[in-house]
């Protein structure tokens, strides 16, 4: 056997990859464990730190103080994520079939109309739509009266039935262009002879788009999922901005990031609460990691890589 | 030629520099104050002590708590610290936070009361010099009275019929009021007319000393009242935010605002129509009149403060009657807790100040002692007021929610 000449140490790939590593830690690793540290903590009377264990999260999960308003703001959460799941995403992959089709007109002017609420404030975004459906000066009343239908309308954003219906839908408008961009992106990579074969062979439109098409953007359609429920689970400014950190009316849009806010920093009277709040971090923190889990081996590890 | 601008540029930097030695910074939740402080009490004391650069920095009402916790704790905070009544100051000075003033030359113009909220429970320290109270009451479009041939009632039936014919009437909002930061509820509804029902000071005394409940008594009556509004309120009051509402009256579209009197300032230059003012009408039959007097401001010392001679010159000065009359006359609706007597040129902060001799002065309930603990009785009553005008709690399961959450930690009330 010849001596194998050994390779020399790829020095380059340190270079590459030591600015991210080093900013990804400074700004991400090192808080979230230092967070999860501080979870774990408790302070004592002269405001010092006390190892308390679990104690925190016994707490969290069993006192009648903080379980209800745990609970409250995971349902929400969950609530939240349901609705964009069932009504951003299959409205973003409409829109994105519809622009990836030769028939329609204006493509790039609709694509940018519809992706341009998504680069926008949330605040402004939120205090648009408190705007638009004050039952003061909104214009919400004006337009259902133009159908007839005035006697329709109701303080949506104040009704304990209503609120976080209402915000969601606020929320999937303002970023229905993330699952499109990235469901067309998908489309568009589709080559064109697979769609042409299927033609030739007599299948339709629909049968084109569910048997060709959507097999082959499922890869996508997952990371849509777990993108709206990292995303969804991390929430906080659109409630915070439309209806503040109480998450009114009676927590009904209380969501983990209000409540970890509210306790974190204490609101109004009531003092903040760094320890507990870590603990609710720490509760955001796992749920997030088992729905990321869940989807890497339960969805990722099952797709086929289909050679295109 | 060229130099000698650049040196005269250069001299009020270098000026600038030396007196940054002796700049304070003042922390504040009044962002709506701003130019008041920079163009009308900053001067005047510099009038007096020029070599001390003052700047008013606030913060939003809303995030004033929780940001200046975490200045204080980064040491990047101000030098004087505006501060809120009772509780969350004391918890900053038993942190360290603040410091005592008990030697501060000036405090002996400030009665016990004034300085009750910013006091340690021994009464041992005072830490914060009391600024100013708030009252409580009702303002008025005073030309939508005379317009309706309405007068100011006198009690709460002749209120409730008033009511009735301005929602009759139909041309005003009866009461301009929403609940969507559920705060309005419980401050401008329950603690506003409360007083009334609870007879000030022996009922909020009662509930500290575990002798009365949230939901027997006054207490009770006072949720009761509150829930006879319901069918008074704006339209949609549900999602009616409170800047919506204040709009709302300055635009005319409403006939009673039920508030306080730090409304005024703002009021006066928003609305263009003649404003009154009449303090909660008592129920009928009842000769005394009970009026929510509240101390709400005072300024401290931060101790971590690198200027703490400057600071404590400046504090000296609150106490002076020139402040006083200064404060009180900037800002109509915000009256002086020093016993200086001061002339107030606002009819409207006037009448409101008129109220403390014809009325018994009490503060608000939940502010003294009852907030320490989890869960919050300042929050509770929040969300059980709001809940009682949005039709979601009768007022009693309102009463008995604040009462349970009182008797999960608070010893006297178990």
């Given amino acids: ?308 | 030629m060229r130099t000698r601008p650049i040196l005269i540029m250069l001299v009020p930097l270098i000026l600038g520099a030396v007196a940054l030695a002796q700049s304070l910074v003042i922390e504040s939740w009044r962002n709506d104050d701003l130019v008041i402080w920079r163009d009308t009490i900053i001067p005047a004391f510099n009038a007096q002590f020029p070599d001390i650069e003052v700047v008013f920095a606030p913060t939003a009402p809303a995030e004033y708590n929780a940001v200046l916790n975490s200045k204080l704790e980064a040491g990047a905070a101000g030098d004087l610290i505006t501060c809120r009544p009772f509780d969350t100051s004391l918890g900053l000075f038993e942190a360290g936070h603040l410091v005592s003033i008990n030697d501060l030359p000036g405090l002996e113009n400030f009665s016990s009361v004034a300085k009750s909220a910013w006091i340690t429970d021994d009464g041992s320290h005072v830490f914060c010099v009391p600024m100013a109270s708030v009252i409580h009451g009702f303002i008025y479009n005073a030309d939508a009275f005379t317009e309706l041939g309405l007068s100011e009632p006198l009690t709460n039936e002749e209120f409730l019929e008033l009511l009735e014919i301005i929602k009759q009437d139909g041309s005003y909002a009866p009461l301009v009021m929403g609940t969507n930061d559920q705060w309005e509820a419980a401050t401008m509804g329950f603690q506003n007319i409360g007083p009334n029902y609870w007879k000030g000071e022996e009922g909020r005394l009662g509930l500290i000393d575990g002798s009365i409940g949230y939901n027997e008594g006054g207490f009770l009556k006072a949720f009761e009242a509150l829930a006879t509004w319901v069918p008074y309120l704006t339209d949609g009051y549900q999602a009616v935010t409170y800047p919506d509402a204040q709009n709302s009256f300055t635009l005319g579209l409403g006939a009673i605002y039920p508030s306080g009197s730090w409304e005024i300032a703002g009021f006066n230059a928003q609305a263009d129509f003649a404003m009154g003012a009449f303090p909660p009408p008592p129920p009928a039959g009842q000769e005394v009149c009970y009026i929510s007097d509240h101390t709400d401001i005072a300024m401290g010392l931060n101790a971590a403060s690198p200027n703490a001679e400057a600071a404590l010159t400046f504090l000296e000065w609150m106490t002076t009657s020139e402040f006083a009359e200064l404060y009180s006359n900037a800002l109509p609706g915000f009256f002086t807790l020093s016993s200086h007597a001061i002339e107030l040129t606002d009819p409207l902060a006037q009448e409101f100040l008129s109220w403390r001799s014809i009325c018994e002065s009490t503060i608000r309930s939940s502010y003294q002692i009852l907030s320490r603990g989890n869960p919050n009785n300042e929050n509770d009553l929040w969300n059980a007021s709001a809940q009682i005008l949005n039709g979601t709690l009768t007022p009693q399961e309102a009463a008995d929610q604040v009462q349970q959450g009182l008797e999960a930690w608070y010893e006297p009330q178990q």
């Fill in chain 1, 1 to 308: 056997m010849p001596p194998r000449r050994r390779k020399p140490f790829p020095f380059h790939i340190l270079v590459f990859l030591t600015p991210a590593v080093l900013i990804y830690t400074i700004f991400m690793v090192y808080p979230l464990i230092d967070s999860l540290r501080l979870g774990l903590f408790s302070l004592n009377d002269t405001g010092r730190e006390v190892f308390v264990g679990l104690d925190n999260y016994r707490t969290l999960l069993t006192s009648d103080l903080w379980a209800p308003r745990l609970w409250n703001a995971i349902r929400n959460n969950f609530v939240l994520f349901a609705i964009h799941m069932s009504v951003q995403n299959p409205i973003g992959l409409l829109l994105a079939a519809l622009l990836s089709s030769q028939i329609i007109r204006g493509r790039a002017l609709f694509r940018t109309l519809i992706f341009t609420p998504t680069i926008l404030s949330v605040v402004l975004i939120g205090f648009s739509w408190r705007l638009i459906l004050s039952p003061l000066w909104g214009i919400a009343k004006d337009i259902l009266g133009i159908f007839g239908l005035e006697s329709l309308y109701r303080p949506w954003l104040g009704l304990e039935s209503s609120a976080l219906v209402a915000i969601s839908l606020i929320s999937v408008w303002q970023y229905v262009g993330v699952p499109m961009l990235l469901f067309l992106a998908a489309l568009l990579g589709i080559p064109d002879e697979l769609i042409e074969a299927a033609r030739i062979d007599g299948a339709t439109g629909w049968g084109v788009f569910w048997r060709i098409k959507f097999p082959l953007i499922l890869p996508t359609v997952g990371i849509v999922a777990t993108l709206t429920f990292v995303g969804n689970f991390n929430a906080f400014d659109l409630i915070y901005t439309t209806q503040g950190a109480l998450a009114g009316p009676n927590f009904s849009t209380d969501i983990l990031g209000t409540f970890f806010f509210r306790t974190f920093f204490g609101i109004q009277l009531q003092l903040g609460n760094p320890t507990m709040g870590a603990t609710i971090a720490g509760v955001m923190f796992l749920i997030i990691l088992a729905g990321v889990l869940l989807y890497l081996f339960g969805w990722q590890r099952r797709l086929q890589r289909i050679e295109l």
